[in-house]
């Protein structure tokens, strides 16, 4: 490694096999069409899909660090179709638009393959869906619960079925399983690749990427960094789980970490006893989700837990040996008590971004040429393709479907000033670890269930 290179910080990124050495920064004043604050999904796509469309346009992107370092380059590989904002949109008075935004992300999981497939970004590509296991009865019913009411939406059992244990069994055998909702509408990826490659063909396209270049502020037409400024009639603040740190915009996402462990490669009989041959992304029905997948070369990649730091810091690196990981490993012995001598050869974690109102967001003002797209609550790997292609179409113009769904134009409240958000989220957190072991020992809290369930809008 170099002295200029970055150090990886998730088993995604060293898996690369290539050196995060940063492309040049910028170094002096700029004048484009469309400046992109953040290099990971939301930014790269938006630039992608932007230059598809008209070649002309002159964009450039700068980044703090590398491209695909933060949530982008860390996160659990699910490009899901799912995301937690639409949950409360179905039913709520914007229904039919939130249908159709569902429809679009069971497309987008699609749309994330064609590309990587024309842009030759190999990212391990794999549509087999997921699955979330329930392991008591109280999961059952909530599981079996929330299909029913899927159904009731005019989804059908080839989006959304329920499963018995034996078809749970079938696809990827954990321990303990009763049941488990399925879906089709999901693809495995190794998320750097994604990132790396997605930043590499947008290069190809005229894109220009400025890494280590933090923005120091934004404000309409200009990014100001520090050794120049980016002047543009349109400029997009793509920062996720990282926007806290422009100025004025602490409170308005929250930046809350999940943390995951990677094993090292099991055996072929190993992998014969656990299932997930065509490597299903799977997880458990609680509400601290646990989400696990095969990866490629043969390990369990898996994420749990969640945590909020003080005055919403961000930690790109935590201490591999530190207390933080304990609920990944707890959750992967609970998943394959056989797996308990496995090695696991990599810890880390990552910051995702999370609205007051959890309900994820696509902005832009044609007056100001200011725009922002973000919150998506952990469910990136899909939501940002979408986001990318909607943030394109407002800003070329185009009334299209996409501009229609219930995330464009939504604003958040703000989060509370401190200590008030960390005492808030905190709680939060610990009522949903309580309500989980109330299930998991057959005497469920409904109070705390029901206040937890009615935050996150589920």
Same mark, same amino acid.
């Given at each position: 490694m170099s002295d200029r290179s970055v150090r990886a910080p998730?088993?995604?990124?060293?898996?690369?096999?290539?050196?995060?050495?940063?492309?040049?920064?910028?170094?002096?004043?700029?004048?484009?069409?469309?400046?992109?604050?953040?290099?990971?999904?939301?930014?790269?796509?938006?630039?992608?899909?932007?230059?598809?469309?008209?070649?002309?346009?002159?964009?450039?992107?700068?980044?703090?660090?590398?491209?695909?370092?933060?949530?982008?380059?860390?996160?659990?590989?699910?490009?899901?179709?799912?995301?937690?904002?639409?949950?409360?949109?179905?039913?709520?008075?914007?229904?039919?638009r939130a249908i159709a935004m569902q429809h679009a992300m069971f497309d987008t999981v699609d749309e994330v393959g064609r590309v990587a497939r024309a842009e030759g970004i190999d990212c391990d590509y794999a549509k087999s869906g997921y699955l979330n296991v329930a392991t008591n009865e109280a999961e059952c019913r909530r599981g079996q619960a929330a299909v029913a009411a899927l159904h009731r939406q005019g989804f059908s059992e080839a989006d959304y079925r329920w499963l018995g244990a034996r078809e749970c069994d079938e696809r990827v055998r954990i321990d303990g399983a009763r049941g488990g909702l399925f879906s089709p509408h999901c693809a495995a990826v190794q998320p750097a690749k994604l990132a790396r490659g997605l930043a590499r063909a947008v290069e190809?396209?005229?894109?220009?990427?400025?890494?280590? &270049?933090? $923005?120091?502020? %934004?404000?309409?037409? @200009? =990014?100001? &960094?520090? $050794?120049?400024? %980016?002047?543009?009639? @349109? =400029?997009?603040?793509?920062?996720?789980?990282?926007?806290?740190g422009l100025p004025g915009l602490a409170r308005n996402l929250l930046p809350l970490h999940t943390m995951m462990i990677a094993t090292a490669p099991l055996s072929p009989a190993r992998w014969d006893a656990i299932g997930a041959a065509d490597r299903i992304l799977f997880g458990d029905a609680r509400r601290l989700l646990t989400y696990a997948q095969r990866t490629a070369d043969g390990r369990i990649a898996i994420g749990a837990g969640g945590r909020y730091f003080w005055d919403s810091e961000v930690h790109d690196y935590l201490p591999p040996d530190g207390p933080w990981f304990q609920a990944a490993e707890q959750a992967l012995w609970r998943f394959f008590p056989a797996l308990r001598d496995v090695e696991i050869t990599h810890r880390w974690g990552g910051a995702f971004g999370v609205p007051r109102d959890w309900k994820p967001f696509v902005r832009f003002d044609p007056r100001s040429g200011a725009g922002s797209a973000g919150g998506y609550v952990g469910s990136g790997v899909g939501a940002s393709n979408l986001a990318g292609r909607t943030l394109a179409d407002l800003v070329c113009g185009r009334d299209t479907e996409r501009t229609g769904h219930p995330w464009v134009q939504h604003r958040s409240p703000r989060w509370e000033p401190e200590p008030l958000r960390w005492l808030g989220v905190n709680a939060m957190l610990k009522i949903a670890a309580a309500a989980d072991r109330g299930e998991r020992s057959g005497r469920p809290t409904r109070l705390r269930s029901a206040l937890f369930d009615a935050v996150v809008g589920h």
């Open positions: 998730s088993f995604w990124l060293e898996d690369l096999g290539e050196t995060l050495e940063p492309r040049p920064s910028l170094e002096r004043d700029e004048t484009l069409d469309v400046a992109i604050v953040g290099a990971g999904y939301t930014g790269l796509w938006t630039a992608w899909y932007l230059a598809a469309g008209d070649p002309d346009l002159r964009i450039a992107i700068v980044e703090s660090q590398v491209a695909g370092f933060g949530a982008s380059g860390r996160n659990g590989g699910w490009c899901s179709a799912h995301h937690v904002g639409n949950d409360s949109w179905l039913v709520g008075p914007q229904r039919e190809r396209r005229g894109v220009a990427i400025y890494e280590r &270049t933090p $923005a120091l502020s %934004l404000a309409p037409g @200009v =990014v100001v &960094t520090e $050794a120049g400024r %980016l002047r543009a009639r @349109v =400029v997009l603040c793509c920062t996720e789980g990282y926007t806290g």
